[in-house]
T-cell receptor, first 113, second 114 residues
């Protein structure tokens, strides 16, 4: 059983471009969490999704950021019109239910130049 | 708003010594996690602590939880170089009205020198 798969592992975008980060949860996991980690900081919760539903997006910036977890395919975190401050590592985690520990992917390191 | 504070944030110690990392949190917790992160890597789950008085041990690491004091500790016994990493505690407080995700501390950067 493969772990949580994120791609790309590294992503470079120019200011103003769009960034799309993908997360394929572990098999049988229908709960996905996205976190952002700034350099030398802990992870900050962004959004929690179940299949086709956003459950909690309280940690996600209101503008430029969106997330989805369609019935088929990976979860996508989308950042429009990226700025330098968006440079960070973005981690997703998946679990089979909200009461079971989530497992983290390897992360996507976004660099905005 | 839930706050999670770790201390120390930086720790340099010699091999063979013992030390403790502290994690304080501000509201009721359902579960408390300890993670290890190596540079440029993902998070490795070390311990999940569910109830007051819980103690778990794995090798040279031991974690405990005091829910009344809202305090968890990660104790390192006879440190070895391979334990050099950043250690995070994280709190799940959703049943207390917190966010559905974990709230992390800033991490403790641990360097163990020969």
């Amino acid at each position: 059983n493969a772990g949580v798969m994120q791609n790309p592992r590294h992503l470079v975008r120019r200011r103003g471009q769009e960034a799309r980060l993908r997360c394929s949860p572990m098999k049988g996991h229908s709960h996905v969490y996205w976190y952002r980690q700034l350099p030398e900081e802990g992870l900050k919760f962004m959004v929690y999704l179940q299949k086709e539903n956003i459950i909690d997006e309280s940690g996600m910036p209101k503008e430029r950021f969106s997330a989805e977890f369609p019935k088929e395919g990976p979860s996508i975190l989308r950042i429009q019109q990226v700025v330098r401050g968006d440079s960070a590592a973005y981690f997703c985690a998946s679990s089979p239910s909200e009461v079971i520990e989530a497992f983290f992917g390897q992360g996507t390191r976004l660099t905005v130049v | 708003e839930l706050k999670v504070e770790q201390n120390p944030l930086f720790l340099s110690m010699q091999e063979g010594k013992n030390y403790t990392i502290y994690c304080n949190y501000s509201t009721t917790s359902d579960r408390l996690y300890w993670y290890r992160q190596d540079p440029g890597k993902s998070l490795e789950s070390l311990f999940v602590l569910l109830s007051n008085g819980a103690v778990k041990q794995e090798g040279r690491l031991m974690a405990s939880l005091d829910t009344k004091a809202r305090l968890s500790t990660l104790h390192i016994t006879a440190a070895v170089h391979d334990l050099s990493a950043t250690y995070f505690c994280a709190v799940d407080s959703r049943s207390g009205g917190g966010a559905d995700g974990l709230t992390f501390g800033k991490g403790t950067h641990l360097i163990i020198q020969p």
